[in-house]
């Protein structure tokens, strides 16, 4: 069962916790539409704000290619739970790879500080993988979607770097919704499927099966 947790206060710790504990990356256009979008110009008045933040060495501030987003990020291509049935991986990828209609282009985005990431605990640094950026844009609209949508869900959302020394050499989610046990138990597991092919989705969900954790494959 999911007890609401308290959220960071105001804007900024708001947007530090995101990017240190929940997702890697936020494009300034995700920033933008989160916590900007009743300004009468949401980009300029993010870009000022999120400026502050860089030169108080907050975050960090790059350019990176990646592909926008042609389709709702509004529910998984796929949802499984244990003892259902494996899934059609083969048609699992074909919805994953064809919703992509866009090339990639520069985008901006912003990742947590070392000082913020040592602060908080999680992610931080630039980015590490420039070919996972759109992966990470997709699993970041993920969350916002949950922030908005359903915040119980997004209050309770475990980023990967918050627990990948516990799991070396191990395949892990790129997040968690954790419940209130102690210690606290998965309740589901999130992953940006991207593009993945028929055999990625197939390794995907098999460790989530061989654990016994329902998924959302977004």
Not at 88 to 110: G, I, N, Q
Request: hydrophobic letters at 40%; one cysteine or more.
């Amino acid at each position: 069962m999911l007890r609401p947790a308290v959220l960071a206060p105001g804007i900024e710790e708001t947007i530090l916790d995101t990017l240190a504990r929940r997702v890697h990356v936020l494009s300034l256009e995700q920033l933008a539409g989160a916590w900007w979008g009743r300004a009468e110009r949401p980009l300029d008045a993010a870009r000022r704000r999120l400026n502050q933040f860089v030169a108080t060495g907050k975050l960090i501030q790059q350019t990176a290619l990646a592909r926008p987003f042609s389709f709702l990020v509004d529910r998984p291509v796929l949802t499984w739970e244990p003892p259902e049935p494996d899934p059609d991986f083969e048609a699992t990828s074909y919805r994953l790879k064809d919703r992509w209609a866009e090339p990639h282009r520069e985008t901006v985005v912003y990742t947590a500080s070392r000082q913020t990431g040592f602060r908080l605990g999680g992610f931080s640094g630039p980015i590490k993988h420039p070919d996972q950026v759109t992966h990470d844009l997709l699993l970041a609209q993920v969350y916002l979607f949950c922030l908005k949508n359903h915040p119980l869900v997004a209050s309770h959302w475990v980023g990967e770097e918050c627990y990948r020394d516990e799991h070396r050499g191990e395949k892990i989610p790129d997040a968690k919704i954790l419940d209130d046990a102690t210690p606290p138990n998965v309740a589901l597991v999130i992953e940006s499927g991207g593009e993945y092919d028929a055999s990625r989705v197939d390794a995907f969900h098999r460790s989530c099966k061989e654990k016994a954790l329902p998924y959302q494959l977004w």
